[in-house]
């Protein structure tokens, strides 16, 4: 069964520490997207990358958050240093060129940040 | 710009009642429409889709038709139940330079026993 996997599924950390989220796209698909999730901002595109490469990060706060791709399994987003203001649910979803041309997303269950 | 507007929730109905959750877009271009559904505690997941003017998406008894002349993608079931419980997010997908997906805000459906 072919999911999209997010580590970790929840993280609490004090402000200023450096965190780190990991996600496994489906095997096969070449565009991941990072989106984060409030309350207040509803689903904001963070980060997306083709084939490894960033296409837009026009939606990260660039001065404390970075998203890479190591290679095809991985992407990571990170924030360094951390703010109360960060705290969310962070979602990695990827998708294939053939399903992409029509948008379909598949999401990772998320991952759940408290910044103290 | 490019946006999606869907009507504000929570959504409350009892079982068997008839739902309508309005969304409405604005584009350049042709976008693909989609409605996601996100459990509690899950992530979001394809509901629906359509991708070009006056196709109809359905799946689960949930329809919904890309209306272009009027910019809407409105989501309806004839009879909601428990179980429908979610959330519903509209959204689209512009086919041009880089595939962009963008949410509407999520409407909460409550469907009491």
């Known amino acids: 069964d072919a999911r999209v996997t997010q580590t970790p599924r929840h993280k609490v950390t004090e402000m200023g520490q450096e965190v780190t989220m990991r996600c496994q796209p489906i095997l096969g698909h070449n565009t991941v997207f990072w989106y984060r999730q409030t309350m207040m901002q509803g689903l904001e595109l963070l980060a997306y990358f083709r084939n490894r490469a960033p296409l837009d990060d026009s939606g990260m706060p660039k001065d404390r958050f970075s998203a890479e791709m190591p290679d095809a399994t991985l992407a990571t987003l990170k924030i360094q240093p951390s703010e109360p203001r960060d705290s969310a649910v962070y979602f990695c979803?990827?998708?294939?060129?053939?399903?992409?041309?029509?948008?379909?997303?598949?999401f990772g269950e998320g991952s759940r940040l408290t910044v103290l | 710009g490019n946006s999606v507007t869907q009507m504000e929730g929570p959504v409350t109905l009892s079982e068997e009642a008839f739902l309508t959750i309005n969304c409405t877009y604005t584009?350049?271009?042709?976008?693909?429409l989609f409605w996601y559904v996100q459990y509690p505690g899950e992530g979001l997941q394809l509901l629906l889709k359509?991708?070009?003017?006056?196709d109809k998406g359905s799946n689960k008894g949930f329809e919904a038709t890309y209306r272009k002349e009027t910019t809407s993608f409105h989501l309806e079931k004839g009879s909601v139940q428990v179980s429908d419980s979610a959330v519903y997010f509209c959204a689209l997908t512009l086919n041009t330079g880089g595939f962009k997906t963008i949410f509407g805000a999520g409407t909460r459906l409550f469907v009491k026993a």
């Open positions: 584009a350049t271009g042709y976008p693909s």
């Open positions: 979803a990827s998708g294939s060129r053939t399903g992409i041309i029509t948008g379909e997303l598949f």
């Open positions: 359509a991708t070009k003017a006056d």
